[in-house]
């Protein structure tokens, strides 16, 4: 018979996908890799033979463990699956699957939930980053039903708040990996930057386009998609990515002024599809690059006055306003908080061909 794998199918702030426990899967990783392709439906453009839902955003994957080092109570890894390529990339941070790992770990029975409100620390092995996510759990059991709402997601449901640390130089070494506010490359200034999340920052006037096109607009924009490409395969070695042609990092936000009332507007590429919204580390690191002189995105930010050194920066994106509070000690970011919700969308398991693997017991 074959084995199913035990899942909790998440929505996590803008993504989904589902979540695993690491007992639960293969612990050689490229059987693991393999189990989870088959799972996924990959590689297939469509992904029509698995759970992956076609698109970089629905194309996710948590997997969660216990800390036996005391630095964390909950381990993450997330792993972001190549849809058509049939990789699985554990590489990059995705703060938006975060949102979801202690919900799936309670559901799971991994942790066990406090009355009223569980605060727990995450840490995300891929690069080791620690987040305190906060979820509403009446009865120690997490809630999904809120007026909390977020951009990109049409309902509304309970707040999760996040808050990271140290996340500067998670994948490069360093928050300005060439030391830089500003490079220029082929003619382009660009601010390369990594608080989370390597991301390449260009203005959209300098690749001809204003910033505020739809979504489908720069996806259709053949053009601008391979000049964006070409300035990315550079960037990636010099923040120390090395060949990135098939890595889905820096990803890539282009920034203008905001024209609805934020401090920025932007159009990321993640890094080939332009973002329905914006990613949580994604957006951590672009709002950290509006607040530093000399960056791009601080040539066209509208920013307002800290408030005891917390300064709240509404990012604007294709579908609304994505909030960042930054804490600050002088010009250096020390803490990012934000809000999101995520949602259990299903659980149950996941079957696996005997002939590919027969489950952790046999
Ligand atoms: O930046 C998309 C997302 C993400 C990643 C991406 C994310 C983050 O929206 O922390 O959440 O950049 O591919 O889930």
């Given at each position: 018979m074959a084995y199913e794998i035990p899942c909790w199918y998440m929505r996590g702030g803008t993504s989904k996908g589902p979540f695993f426990l690491a007992r639960d899967l293969p612990s050689d990783t490229a059987l693991r890799d393999a189990v989870i392709l088959a799972a996924m439906g990959s590689p297939d453009a469509r992904q029509i033979d698995g759970l992956g839902g076609a698109h970089p955003l629905t194309s996710k994957i948590g997997i969660l463990s216990l800390p036996t080092d005391g630095v964390a109570d909950l381990d993450f890894l997330f792993a972001q699956v190549g849809i058509a390529e049939g990789t699985v990339d554990t590489t990059p941070n995705c703060g938006n699957m975060l949102a979801a790992a202690l919900p799936a770990a309670l559901e799971a029975g991994l942790l066990r939930g406090d009355e009223g409100t569980t605060t727990r620390r995450v840490r995300t092995?891929?690069?080791g980053v620690i987040a305190e996510i906060a979820v509403l759990t009446p009865g120690g059991t997490p809630t999904y039903d809120g007026v909390a709402n977020i951009d990109g997601v049409p309902h509304p449901g309970s707040p999760i708040s996040c808050g990271f640390l140290?996340?500067?130089?998670?994948?490069?070494?360093?928050?300005l990996p060439t030391g830089n506010t500003r490079d220029v490359i082929d003619g382009v200034p660009v601010t390369l930057i990594d608080n989370g999340m390597p991301v390449m920052l260009i203005a959209a006037a300098d690749v001809g386009v204003t910033g505020y096109e739809s979504r489908e607009e720069l996806d259709a924009n053949t053009p601008l998609k391979a000049r964006i490409e070409l300035l990315r395969l550079a960037a990636g070695p010099l923040m120390n990515l090395g060949d990135v042609s098939r890595k889905p990092v820096p990803k890539v936000t282009l920034v203008a002024a905001p024209r609805a009332g934020g401090a920025l507007c932007t159009r990321t590429f993640i890094p080939h599809d332009c973002h329905a919204a914006i990613g949580v580390l994604g957006a951590v690191t672009v709002a950290t690059a509006a607040v530093m002189k000399g960056s791009v995105a601080h040539d066209v930010a509208k920013l307002v006055d800290d408030v005891d050194h917390v300064r709240t920066l509404s990012i604007e994106h294709p579908t609304g306003e994505f909030s960042v509070e930054l804490a600050l000690d002088g010009d250096r970011v020390v803490r990012a908080a934000l809000l999101r919700t995520a949602r259990l969308l299903m659980r149950g398991g996941v079957p696996v061909s005997p002939s590919l693997w027969r489950g952790p017991r046999a």
């Open positions: 092995l891929n690069t140290d996340t500067a130089g998670s994948l490069t070494g360093s928050l």
